[in-house]
């Protein structure tokens, strides 16, 4: 396997394309309400676009949750909590909850995400669309496990949430908070779950601890690498936490040849009808020997956990 170029695994002072999908994503989020609102389109592609914000806005608040999105442990903060309130997702719990994902993958005990995999295959919409409400569940499961501080904010985000819903409605406007917050959150919370859960792990059966190269999947198409932000390489993620989302398929490039080559077997679509399987190809690859080290501040990431 070629070494990788050490500026792949170090995260730059500020990673301008992931602030710019940051930004992007509140000024898709403001033009999609304002149209709606004053009836320059109609209602659905005005929710739908909103829906779209929201999902784009869980790649910068994933980056700040990975510390890739600056060197500024501020910035990411700041990223992050603002990313996470078109989710209405409270970032710290959010990021808690994703460094145990990554830490327990695939563990049906520990991994946090594997709610989106379980069960029956006609089952499963039903999860996605729930994937965070069971996030709130283990955090209050584990509340006195939580660091003081992160407990107070995540408590503090989510009432204020609701004390805005609840205002909104006080004032007539419950429609509108219901139309372009509430059920654009919902929707991309589903569709992530979906794409960022479900599909990278199906079968969610081996876990990081026993094999970390084939506890996530890749698959390999430029396409959906642009409409899921790279995280069709979601293996490259896993491997390399550290590597902003744009990185993604460069690594994959240099990695690939091996990795596919060492893959254990030829991987049929799941069960479950996954239409996106059918764009590129996939693997899950045996371990591979890493002759280029992992980056130091992943390495350090990980170990922390």
């Known amino acids: 396997m070629l070494p990788l170029a050490s500026g792949l695994l170090q995260t730059r002072p500020i990673e301008w394309p992931s602030l710019a999908l940051f930004a992007g994503s509140y000024a898709l989020f403001a033009a999609s309400v304002y149209a709606g609102v004053a009836g320059l389109v109609s209602t659905v592609p005005a929710v739908l676009g909103a829906a779209v914000a929201a999902y784009a806005a869980f790649t910068p608040m994933h980056e700040a949750a990975h510390r890739s999105l600056a060197r500024s442990a501020l910035l990411n903060g700041v990223v992050g909590r603002l990313s996470g309130l ?161 990185r993604y398929r460069t690594v994959w490039k240099y990695q690939r040849e091996e990795l596919m080559k060492l893959q254990s077997e030829s991987l049929a679509p799941p069960r479950a009808p996954l239409p996106l399987l059918a764009a590129g190809s996939l693997a899950a690859p045996r371990a591979p020997t890493i002759h280029a080290a992992h980056p130091v501040q992943a390495a350090a990431e990980l170990d922390a956990l």
């Open 86 to 246: 078109l989710l209405m997702a409270p970032f710290l719990a959010v990021r808690h909850f994703h460094l145990e994902h990554h830490k327990h993958t695939n563990d049906a005990d520990r991994d946090p995400d594997h709610w989106s995999g379980r069960g029956p295959w006609y089952l499963l919409p039903l999860r996605w669309a729930t994937q965070d409400l069971h996030y709130y569940y283990l955090f209050l499961r584990s509340y006195h496990a939580q660091k003081r501080g992160e407990r107070i904010e995540t408590i503090a985000t989510l009432a204020a949430m609701f004390a805005l819903v609840a205002l909104a409605f006080g004032l007539g406007h419950g429609e509108l908070a219901l139309l372009y917050w509430i059920v654009p959150a919902r929707l991309a919370i589903f569709f992530l779950a979906f794409a960022f859960d479900y599909l990278p792990h199906y079968p969610h059966e081996i876990t990081a601890a026993q094999n970390r190269y084939r506890a996530t999947r890749a698959i390999d198409s430029a396409l959906f690498n642009v409409l899921l932000f790279g995280q069709t390489y979601h293996l490259i993620h896993h491997l390399y936490p550290a590597v902003p989302f744009f």
